[in-house]
């Protein structure tokens, strides 16, 4: 029987691979589902498929170990980690490119990819028990320490992903990160037990080999992810970052800047004027008497350009998740050229907080409140859009003001543009839902709401406009047939109905 002191350097060795072996399976776990919300929407669709395909892929993975012999265990367990680091470390870059250069295939490579990383990874685990097993390891003891750093691996990367890992390396170079600590664990685990494990110098230098790969990967990740971002939206990229809420692309063209927030257009600075004419002004217009007004969302400073234009407006609140967004279109010197520099202007203050959390809790009431948040993609961004948060809404707003809300498009999206006004009527708004043309978006929708009955389109403005005059506005307030009011009911939290209608309308637009 081996001596105590002779155990204590492998065995110590093999409970840091647990806890490594576990950060890195879980890493990709979250890497695949955060990757596929960013580029396919509906958050949490997407992790919960990804996360039953990858438990069920461990699940036969942890069935396939039992037929590893005993004397082949660290043999193939180093093999494992050298196969889990090589796939898993390529993983973000690989569907990153897929997506954008073969989009067709993607949910089956993105699946597949999971499918044998869960198979891989359900293979580790049992694999180390038996290696402490054969080791002589008590089994109370056995089962303790296996467990215990495998959570505690889990833990320390749920708290390092969202927080560090994706918004300072990015969801590539984390995969590359992840893959060579695989490949690190492969490398130290020969060398300790190079007695037994069979070809360990051969094995030695193929993880070597591959932890050099994977390390020029990581050198040149974003590179990687420029490319394939490249091949997605065509145009040069000149600003690109994640952040733990979204990933932030701006494109250059010529004169034109557009800005992508999860690979969805927001606006084009060549018609996006029109866009915010019609989100603001008619809101504006009909509130001569309005001195403090409150956006929420709208980070990229242009809804607010808009309201700083009139000389009553005394203070404004913007309120948007994203300091990496607000941050950037006060900084860019392009941005805030587009924006007017709004965001320095001494009436403003910005808040970096989720609206509904602060609704809760602040206590001002507004002479006008405009809502321009993304569409209601995930059941994330649909809470914002429910009745709940309308109530709250109203609490915010002065009994003769009112608000504006981005709906979506009321051509391609109907049921999701209509169920918005229906979830506004539900929480006890009066409404007027009208729409106009951007050339980037299409027909797009808002609607305008208020506790009190009356309103009635401008047929002026106090401010000259590139877009609107009587006769837009008169066509705005106008919907004909193919946009008709339809039925559908209003969006509460329990049901996230919104979500569901937005995801059909936009299906039914790309089959």
């Known amino acids: 029987m081996r001596s105590a002191s002779a155990a204590v350097l492998p065995d110590r060795a093999l409970v840091l691979s647990v806890f490594v072996v576990a950060s890195c399976g879980l890493a990709y776990e979250l890497i695949a589902g955060a990757l596929s919300s960013y580029l396919l929407g509906d958050s949490i669709l997407q992790f919960s498929s990804i996360i039953g395909c990858y438990l069920f892929a461990m699940g036969i993975g942890s069935h396939l170990s039992r037929y590893v012999r005993d004397e082949d265990t660290l043999t193939r367990f180093v093999d494992i980690e050298m ?3 090589v796939i898993g470390g390529v993983s973000a870059a690989a569907l990153f490119l897929v997506f954008a250069w073969l989009s067709a295939p993607f949910r089956t490579v993105l699946y597949a990819l999971v499918l044998v990383l869960g198979i891989l990874v359900g293979m580790e685990i049992p694999l180390v028990m038996r290696i402490f097993n054969a080791r002589q390891t008590e089994f109370k003891e056995l089962v303790s320490r296996v467990l215990t750093f495998d959570y505690l691996g889990a833990l320390v990367v749920s708290l390092l992903f969202p927080l560090v890992l994706a918004p300072r390396l990015g969801l ?9 600590s695989n490949l690190a664990v ?9 007695h037994e494990v069979k070809n360990a110098r051969q094995r030695v230098l193929a993880a070597s080999m591959l932890l050099c790969l994977l390390a020029g990967g990581f050198a040149v990740g974003e590179k990687l992810t420029y490319i394939a971002e490249k091949g997605l939206y065509g145009d040069e990229i000149i600003y690109a970052r994640t952040t733990p809420y979204q990933r932030l692309v701006v494109t250059r063209w010529k004169d034109d800047l557009r800005l992508y927030i999860n690979g ?22 009909a509130s001569p008497w309005a001195q403090s007004v409150l956006i929420l969302g709208g980070g990229d400073g242009l809804a607010l350009r808009e309201v700083l234009r009139y000389p009553n407006i005394k203070h404004v609140t913007l309120v948007d998740l994203d ?11 392009t941005l805030r050229a587009l924006n007017h520099n709004s965001f320095h202007d001494p009436r403003v203050t910005i808040i970096n907080a989720d609206a509904g959390r602060w609704l809760e809790q602040s206590t001002g009431v507004f002479d006008a409140v405009i809502v321009d948040f993304p569409d209601p993609s995930s059941f994330g961004l649909g809470k914002l859009y429910s009745v709940p948060v309308y109530r709250l809404l109203a609490h915010h707003l002065a009994e003769n003001g009112y608000a504006v809300i981005q709906s979506t498009s009321p051509y391609f999206a109907p049921h999701a543009y209509w169920c918005i006004d229906a979830t506004l009527r539900e929480a006890g708004f009066n409404t007027w839902p009208y729409h106009l043309y951007v050339p980037s978006f299409g027909e797009w929708g808002f609607v305008l709401a208020s506790k009190r009955r009356d309103f009635t389109p401008p047929t002026s403005y106090r401010l000259p406009m590139q877009y609107l005059n009587a006769a837009t506005t008169q066509e705005m307030f106008t919907f004909p ?12 939290l329990n049901n996230q109905s919104l979500v569901r209608y937005f995801e059909q309308d936009w299906d039914q637009v790309i089959r």
């Open 186 to 194: 492969a490398i130290w685990t020969t060398w300790i037990f190079r």
């Open 172 to 180: 590539s170079r984390t995969g590359f990160l992840f893959g060579m």
């Open 323 to 333: 300091h990496a967004m607000t941050d950037l279109f006060s900084t860019s010197d």
């Open 83 to 85: 196969l889990v680091g």
């Open 481 to 492: 047939p193919d946009m008709k009011r339809i039925p559908v009911e209003p969006n509460h």
């Open 264 to 285: 969805n257009l927001q606006f084009s600075s060549r018609d996006e004027y029109r866009y915010h004419e019609g989100l603001v002004h008619p809101l504006m217009q």
